[in-house]
């Protein structure tokens, strides 16, 4: 999960050292993009918890050069990072993007909601995303200890955001599921 460390590490400090050359980013659908300025830091308060990463190291390293899934994979561009990166759309991102701070709480998203989900991953994968990716797993708490956005959806949300991933032809369908 080097989702935010690579907006200021492009080592990918230890692993590119260790001998990885291959980072996957978005993995359990947790990430930091989309994502609208007003949510960032609960973004970055859930990354935290799932990852076991430090929040005031996440909240002052990193870099936002971006909102969108495409301006992030055009920040990672100028980033250069060591290792070969792909990037999975992630549902509780996309989730986040979408309900705001409700994505932990509530269930069932407004129509409009499900819409502005649809939208935001057609638009990752449009830009580039290698997939879509969601956790289940109810060991993914974020903070507060909230559920994850993703472990609360219901299999008719994950259906109708696999329709995008189907249209689109292409990309795989990642799974943590606990």
């Not at 430090?54 to 002052?60: I, R």
């Not at 920040?75 to 993007?97: F, M, T």
């Not at 989900?117 to 993914?140: C, D, I, T, V, Y």
């Not at 959806?153 to 696999?162: C, T």
Request: hydrophobic share 45%; proline share 7%; charged share 20%.
């Amino acid at each position: 999960h080097y989702d935010a460390q690579v907006t200021w590490d492009p080592k990918l400090t230890p692993s590119v050292a260790l001998g990885v050359t291959t980072a996957i980013l978005g993995n359990c659908g947790f990430g930091i993009a989309p994502c609208p300025p007003r949510l960032r830091e609960t973004m970055l308060k859930n990354l935290s918890v799932v990852e076991g990463m430090d929040l005031d190291a996440l909240l002052a390293g990193t870099r936002w050069e971006f909102e969108s899934f495409a301006d992030y994979l055009d920040a990672l561009e100028r980033i250069r990072p060591y290792a070969n990166v792909g990037v999975l759309a992630g549902h509780s991102c996309i989730r986040i993007a979408a309900m705001g701070e409700e994505a932990s709480v509530r269930k069932a998203p407004t129509p409009a909601e499900l819409e502005t989900m649809q939208a935001l991953l057609r638009e990752a994968l449009q830009a580039g995303a290698a997939g879509f990716a969601s956790s289940f797993s109810p060991n993914h708490s974020g903070w507060g200890g909230l559920p994850m956005p993703s472990t609360i959806a219901s299999d008719p949300e994950v259906r109708l955001l696999l329709r995008e991933l189907r249209q689109h032809g292409k990309g795989i369908f990642v799974i943590a599921s606990g």
